[in-house]
């Protein structure tokens, strides 16, 4: 952050651009109120104050963008959209394709052919527990349509290794697989074990995005007591 607003007016009124660091460990984004050339300069400050270190940018991982084109940051995609059936534009947090893309490739693992010697309660439990902690990393930000999407396709692996893995030599119609292997409509159970994925962590977004966001780690103001 570059000092005051009086500050930050004052650059702006000279033509100049003013900018504010985010960093997570070595992943770092600039955030920069101005012109291409500004952020493009910063790159070449950013280098510069590297190289020293023995560090440099990663070619391919850094990129001067607009807001309204997006960025990935931390596995999450950050863009600026307008807001559907309205004239206004807000910035969107959701996962990346990566990211998505990661944990899809993951449940397929989990319910290859090569899998089906274990046993299904178990593997149950396994998908949840990898699907919530998912989740609850991805949980702040426009996520909830991601979710639904990641548990569908969850749900459909699932229902395929099953019906793989029970059909004997007869093939499993769908009636059959929902009686023996459904408990709520087509909620996936077995054996007191039901697949819940994503669904038992809930979406929340932050109205406001600054250095005031709670964490857990917050400390708690002290209550003033009167003697």
Same mark, same amino acid.
């Given at each position: ?23 997570? !460990? ?118 909830? !349509? ?5 548990? !569908? ?60 966001? !709670? ?13």
């Amino acid at each position: 952050m570059m000092g005051t607003w009086r500050r930050r007016n004052r650059r702006r009124l000279k033509g100049q651009g003013n900018w504010r660091l985010i960093r997570f !460990a070595d992943d770092f984004v600039l955030m920069v109120s101005g012109d291409r050339h500004h952020a493009e300069s910063l790159r070449e400050e950013v280098s510069a104050v590297l190289a020293p270190l023995g560090l440099r940018l990663a070619p391919d991982k850094t990129c001067v963008v607009h807001i309204d084109e997006g960025f990935d940051f931390l596995g999450h995609h950050i863009r600026r959209q307008r807001k559907r059936g309205t004239n206004k534009y807000f910035v969107y947090t959701k996962p990346s394709r990566k990211a998505v893309q990661a944990i899809r490739d993951k449940v397929s693992a989990k319910t290859h052919r090569s899998t089906r010697n274990q046993d299904l309660a178990r593997l149950i439990l396994s998908l949840n527990r990898m699907l919530r902690g998912w989740a609850n990393y991805f949980r702040y930000g426009v996520s909830k !349509a991601t979710f639904a999407a990641i548990d !569908a396709h969850t749900w459909a692996r699932l229902m395929r290794w099953i019906r793989r893995k029970y059909a004997g030599k007869a093939r499993m119609g769908m009636p059959e697989f929902r009686r023996r292997f459904c408990d709520v409509g087509w909620r996936v159970a077995h054996q007191g074990v039901a697949f819940t994925g994503t669904s038992t962590v809930s979406v929340k977004r932050y109205r406001y995005r600054g250095g005031s966001i !709670a964490t857990p780690w917050a400390p708690t103001p002290a209550t003033a007591s009167g003697g």
